[in-house]
């Protein structure tokens, strides 16, 4: 969808609720006109989150994020503006037009077809596991100690091994053979004959992080190879972008702010039935850049479970490193005599499995078992080996886990401790001469900003200032009148000003539709927190009369202080008449700032309407911050 009217995405705006969409993330407790909580965008203690019903607007005092509902589910689910509006609009029953983009309405098209073919193929497993045909499934799923409620949760089927079943099935339906093979249903034989991909196998169906299914996985009931085979990449399915279990695992790793990771089918279905919800799986593949990011959409902390045998240990040690860079708190759990979730579970239960997590290793600790498990370390290239592979880690954590983990370092090679500390002030040093700076790494999807510098007392009033207009734009003119064509010192206010009043000339303006309007994610973030910000006092005019003064003493005191500066540089050269005319300048802004703290604003106007006439205008490189009066 390359095009959505602004009417249209303003209707889905005012149809969804911002406050219904961010509970089903955030746990919100209503203060004032407001709700706040635990922001899900960096990982706080204290409630720094908060949302504005009336508003439809979130902002977050802690990382500086904010938007609306648009904004919040682009970042919670990794989606783009059009498919935010497209899921939105969806759920508030608004009917978007079609794309007049021929390719575009072509792409639709397929995926619309494809996922027809597969949301039939799930029934129809789901449907041949509970016939004649699927007795031997059902046994073999009981004999692997798995609840039938688990099937149901999980819709576990099964795909009969006969070569054309789901095939025949698909045609009768309305499905082509050709998109049949497209969704990853079928496949054809050298001889060009289409059959069933999936045969006598028992059937997970792979769902995206909003449950839609996306894809299958199937297992063989006997020893035949491959015991698992899954659904190849289509054009909504990527096996390296999707985790086994998220849909059903989001709401528990949300509440226990954990998730732990697993690599099987059977492995997540034993985890949930023994009562750890908040397990997920690869799917047969190594954690990518793309899961971690899905991972760090629900939780910060993450636990690794992946089976104890040498390809166990090398997938997880890449999916440790990844999740390390995007600012997770990683940490694995060992599973002893060498057994995967599903094997320990069945034969140790739920208990021994929880004191496993709790007991889960940190992401140094293993990096460091693992490289003594090795083998013996004595040589220096080996010694520097497992350091550099651990430095990174290190680089990321607080002093006292630094502490602790220059000690394991220096016993597990037999160093000392201030051998191991040096070389890692050195290896520190040569990443930030790269340009790598381990303690900015990234904390979530978009960019976590510092704390904000302190404002001033200039940018104070002007946030206030815009507050105002942002409520009432026509109050606009008197900013303009009182202060100046450009009247904001701030770039991003003065731009959210002009846009503001640009919009204020479209029928049913409302604030909130500015963030459409506004190129950068720092303004977006800006406008949010204004929008919450209360406005002070009860009558506007005078209030805003205040802060018009406030900021033109400011704008003074400024000139002032530039004026003092060029004076002090002039005495040096043989600028006598560009001197005098400073000194005027000073003398009469002086006299402006007398008139204002004696009360006589008649006097001020005098002055004031003076110092434009023969200064701002005459002495153009006067202006400050390019604005034309004072």
Same mark, same amino acid.
């Given at each position: ?204 169906? *792979? ?23 899954? !659904? ?89 490193? *990844? ?35 709790? /007991?889960?290793? !940190? ?71 790269? /340009? ?46 009182? *202060? /100046? ?10 731009? *959210? ?134």
């Amino acid at each position: 969808m390359s095009f959505i009217p602004n009417e249209i995405i303003e209707t889905v705006r005012l149809r969804s609720d911002i406050l219904h969409l961010v509970s089903r993330y955030v746990k919100l407790q209503k203060k004032g006109r407001n709700y706040t909580g635990l922001c899900p965008f960096h990982e706080e203690r204290t409630p720094s989150f908060t949302v504005t019903p009336e508003k439809q607007i979130f902002y977050c005092f802690g990382c500086n994020i904010g938007g609306d509902v648009f904004k919040f589910l682009m970042l919670k689910e990794n989606l783009t503006f059009s498919e935010a509006v497209k899921t939105l609009a969806e759920q508030a029953g608004v009917v978007l037009p079609v794309d007049d983009n021929p390719a575009a309405r072509e792409r639709n098209a397929k995926r619309q077809v494809l996922e027809k073919a597969t949301n039939l193929a799930k029934e129809f497993f789901a449907n041949k596991l509970q016939s004649a045909a699927g007795a031997a499934a059902r046994d073999y799923l009981q004999a692997r100690g798995l609840d039938p409620r688990q099937w149901e949760n999980f819709q576990v089927g099964f795909a009969p091994a006969n070569w054309q079943s789901l095939l025949d099935y698909l045609v009768q339906n309305g499905c082509r053979q050709q998109d049949i093979i497209e969704a990853g249903l079928a496949t054809s034989g050298k001889t060009g004959h289409i059959y069933d991909r999936f045969r006598n196998r028992i059937i997970f169906p *792979i769902g995206d992080a909003a449950g839609r299914t996306v894809g299958f996985g199937g297992r063989v009931l006997d020893d035949t190879l491959p015991k698992y085979l899954n !659904s190849p990449e289509t054009p909504f399915f990527s096996k390296s972008r999707t985790l086994y279990g998220l849909h059903q695992a989001r709401q528990s790793i949300r509440e226990k702010d954990c998730v732990v990771v697993v690599e099987g089918y059977m492995d997540v279905l034993m985890a949930h039935q023994y009562g750890f919800t908040n397990t997920v799986a690869t799917l047969g593949t190594a954690l990518t850049m793309e899961h971690g990011r899905l991972l760090l959409n629900n939780s910060r902390n993450v636990i690794f479970a992946f089976d104890a045998d040498v390809a166990g240990v090398a997938a997880t040690m890449r999916g440790l490193d *990844i999740l390390r860079e995007l600012g997770c708190e990683v940490s694995v759990l060992n599973i002893p005599e060498g057994k995967d979730p599903d094997d320990f579970l069945r034969r140790h239960g739920a208990a021994p499995w929880e004191e496993l997590i709790r /007991g889960a290793t !940190s992401l140094i600790e293993y990096k460091l078992q693992y490289a003594a498990g090795r083998g013996m370390i004595t040589t220096v290239a080996e010694k520097l080996e497992v350091m550099r592979s651990v430095f990174p880690d290190l680089l990321t954590v607080n002093k006292v886990e630094r502490e602790e983990g220059l000690k394991k370092i220096a016993r597990t090679l037999n160093l000392s401790w201030d051998t191991v500390a040096g070389e890692l002030r050195a290896f520190e040093r040569k990443q930030y001469k790269r /340009g790598v700076y381990p303690d900015k790494i990234v904390k979530n999807i978009h960019t976590i900003r510092g704390k904000e510098k302190k404002m001033d007392a200039r940018e104070k009033s002007e946030a206030i200032l815009l507050r105002m207009v942002l409520d009432d734009p026509s109050l606009g003119e008197k900013v303009v009148t009182g *202060i /100046g064509e450009i009247p904001f010192k701030n770039d991003n206010y003065q731009r *959210i000003f002009v846009n503001c009043l640009e919009l204020y000339k479209s029928p049913g303006y409302c604030p909130e539709g500015l963030l459409n309007l506004l190129d950068s994610e720092e303004e977006q973030n800006l406008l949010s927190k204004l929008l919450i910000m209360d406005i002070p006092g009860e009558n506007p005019v005078k209030i805003m009369k205040w802060y018009i003064d406030s900021i033109n003493r400011c704008i003074r005191q400024e000139r002032r202080e530039e004026i003092l500066e060029e004076i002090k540089n002039l005495e040096k050269l043989d600028g006598s008449m560009l001197e005098k005319d400073l000194l005027r300048e000073l003398v009469l802004l002086k006299g402006i700032d007398e008139a204002e703290k004696a009360g006589n604003f008649l006097r001020v106007a005098e002055l004031t309407a003076k110092y434009r006439e023969y200064f701002s205008v005459r002495n153009g490189e006067h202006r400050v911050e390019g604005r034309d009066n004072i």
